[in-house]
């Protein structure tokens, strides 16, 4: 196997040199002794949060609210549905029709960046008038009115209380120049209240006018109700503003260590039904019960496949991921995916993807998986099947979950082992069962097409064959001989990028790269990662001064995964011969 390396070298002429000691530094070829780039893998997916549910973080601010002017919340990314206004003295919650609420779009118009105000709903100004209605039953008494509100939110506090009125036997009482609503308003609420001694009784509810053009209710006179007006906000009172949001930084590339971590930013894997709530969460829990120990998980806004396929981009600066897995059964993810390997190798950044069906809800056949997966990529995986079984720890009943959960216990043992040591007949742990058991047959034909099978084993959960797409070739097809490559790949880049910018002679210039490569390849034989390597050349471009080429012939790791056992029965003397061949 042939593999070309290429390092910038720039060369300047040195037109004077004042007299003097000069002290420079030689560049040797010793490395440093760690050369490995950490392990570090990623998770893309929904997460509990996303998609409107509100997230685990929130705040509560207190607000100074003054007429009807706006204030913008310090948060942003707030989820409306969740927010509650209550009284800053006394703690009682505010009816929503007392304010209202605006989201506009941020200054980078992405997800979580949008900002929201409150504003005060201003109750009526004014109270309406009083005067003696024709007939009615309405007993014999001093009253008083109040009118409140009522929009898309609730209803607001009432106005101010009018003026008495005095039924000196049973009658009614007509209402005019009822206040007409701002914008929004839908009908208006008609309270009334018995005034004794000057001092005004419980205000109840009487009648509700059911539009926002009427100004006249006549000879009102119904029974009391037992409704009570509504709290509402005083001009120039303070409030406290409590609510969940998902700012910009919740749907950013996040480094966790401790999935204790995790759970407390993308919320429990698990409601109170047992349903799974944060699909990012409860793929984490399967990845660091597989051996991960640091993973960088990104939320998608949404679990649709146009945002979980956009959450995927935004590792693209990240250079010390080397694997990632998304929490999405579809396969236009998975496309997306497999696009994002191919152009970050291309660039240089060798990164591997794990991805899984979700078959937990409708069966994915074992013919349906292997026609669907066409990728032929060496850099991507494809777990089989597509829904295993999971002790619900709500419940305690099984749940079944697709295989992109599957495809994150992997992501967790790739992690947790040198990039040479093959998954093959390694175990899966955090399942029950495989939900959709293949036969041995259809087991061979999943691997042979590609397919990375986990199967059960008197109980046990265990990798098949760590196979990638790309099943054709030996060299493509063992996922651990991709590792170590891709992991020789990034070692090189990381030695030789302290090279980049290195002035140096000519002569000097590809005896130096060399020694750094050859350094890099010693290092990973030593290691196991590569079996060996030869013929190491550098040369300076003719057509470009500035590079450096690099070639060598190395050999893979290969692992064992076949042994066979071939014996003859010597019929002459009776002993048997045992002849053992690997």
Known sequence: MRYEISAEITLAIRAYNSPGVQVTEQVSASLAPLLADPQIVALVGPAAAAGGSGGPQSATERIFLSASTPVALKNTGVNASSLVVSNNISGAVVNPGNYVLT???????????????????????????????????LAAATYVYEISYTNAGGETAPGPVSSVITLSVPGSVTLSNIPIGPTGTTARNVYRAVQTAGVNGTFTLQATVPDNTTTTLANEGSTATNTLPKLGIADGETVLVAYNYTDNFFFSPTFFSDFDDIRDKYGPSFDATGAVASPLTLAARFAFMNGASEIVCVAAATSSDTDVSAAIQKLENDDTITMISVVSG??????????????????????????GQDGSVNTITATTLRNSQAYNNEALMMVSPAAFTYQNPITGRPNILGGQYAAAAILGMFAARD???????????????VYDTRSATESALDSSAGLLVIESRSGTLRVRHGVTTAATNVNTREASVVRAKYDMARRLRFALDGVVGLVAPATEAPLIVQSQVVGVLDQLAVEGIISGYQDVKARLLSSDLTTVEVRYNYTPAYPINNISIVFTINTQTGTLEPQVGL
């Open 419 to 433: 990039v040479h040591i093959p998954l093959t007949r390694k175990t899966v742990s955090g399942f029950s069962d």
């Open 103 to 137: 989201t506009t779009s941020g200054s980078s118009s992405i997800t979580g960046d949008e900002v929201t105000s409150i504003a005060r709903v201003s109750p009526p100004a004014t109270a309406p008038t009083l005067a003696t209605g024709a007939g009615g039953t």
């Open 330 to 355: 579809s396969a236009s993810v998975h496309a997306a995916l497999a696009a994002h390997l191919t152009a970050m190798a291309t660039i240089g950044k060798y990164r591997m993807g794990v991805v």
